[in-house]
């Protein structure tokens, strides 16, 4: 089930960045293939989105995937 939320800061540089949830959890790591898997370019600071989360591969938490500009 998608989860809106904010996008805190993305670098674009660096390739990734963090999603506030909108529910009030904790913050959402987003790396740029999954923005580019999404069809997007990139994502600016404050812009609302929806996103799913899956685990990472490498144990590091929640990440979010299937991204949608708002």
Same mark, same amino acid.
């Given at each position: 089930?998608?989860?809106?939320?904010?996008? &805190?800061?993305? +670098?674009?540089? $660096?390739?990734?960045?963090?999603?506030?949830?909108?529910?009030?959890? $904790?913050?959402?790591?987003?790396?740029?293939?999954?923005? %580019?898997?999404?069809?997007?370019?990139?994502?600016?600071? +404050? %812009?609302?989105?929806?996103?799913?989360?899956?685990?990472?591969?490498?144990? $590091?938490?929640? &990440?979010?995937? +299937?991204? %949608?500009?708002?």
């Amino acid at each position: 089930m998608p989860i809106n939320g904010t996008v &805190k800061f993305f +670098n674009t540089e $660096k390739g990734f960045g963090f999603i506030k949830p909108d529910d009030g959890g $904790k913050d959402i790591f987003v790396h740029i293939s999954a923005v %580019q898997a999404s069809g997007l370019t990139g994502l600016a600071e +404050n %812009q609302k989105v929806s996103f799913e989360t899956e685990d990472d591969a490498r144990g $590091k938490g929640p &990440k979010a995937v +299937n991204l %949608q500009v708002l």
